[in-house]
């Protein structure tokens, strides 16, 4: 069993950043992919960024170019770097591991946080 809680959401203004954090405990190891994930009021959940092993990247094209995914393994800990933010990142960003099936451009994921939640104002 995989155990992950994210921390770092707040509310920002437009143009600000924020580093969000996952740190994930229990059976995890550093070869499992990781991703974040976002979902907003009356949207469905969608990719953000992950961490394909062995360190394949993919972004979703609404983040490339201002957000950064990122991993200490020694720390067991999975990071989104996000600049530049618009009002249209608000959401509550989930971090997921262990990727179980990848048949689209994100994976589906066993493991999955509670999400925190990110505020930006324009």
């Known amino acids: 069993q995989v155990h992950l809680v994210e921390s770092g959401g707040d509310s920002v203004q437009a143009g600000g950043s924020l580093r969000l954090s996952c740190a994930a405990s229990?059976?995890?190891?550093?070869?499992?992919?990781m991703a974040w994930f976002r979902q907003a009021p009356g949207k469905e959940r969608e990719g953000v960024a992950q961490i394909l092993s062995p360190g394949v990247i993919t972004y979703a094209e609404s983040v490339k170019g201002r957000f950064t995914i990122s991993r200490a393994n020694d720390k067991n800990t999975l990071y989104l770097q996000g600049n530049g933010l618009k009002p249209e990142d608000t959401a509550i960003y989930y971090c997921?591991?262990?990727?179980?099936?990848?048949?689209?451009?994100?994976?589906?994921?066993?493991?999955w946080g509670q999400g925190t939640q990110v505020t930006v104002s324009s």
């Open positions: 997921a591991a262990h990727a179980s099936r990848c048949l689209k451009e994100f994976c589906d994921y066993d493991y």
């Open positions: 229990g059976s995890i190891r550093s070869r499992y992919s």
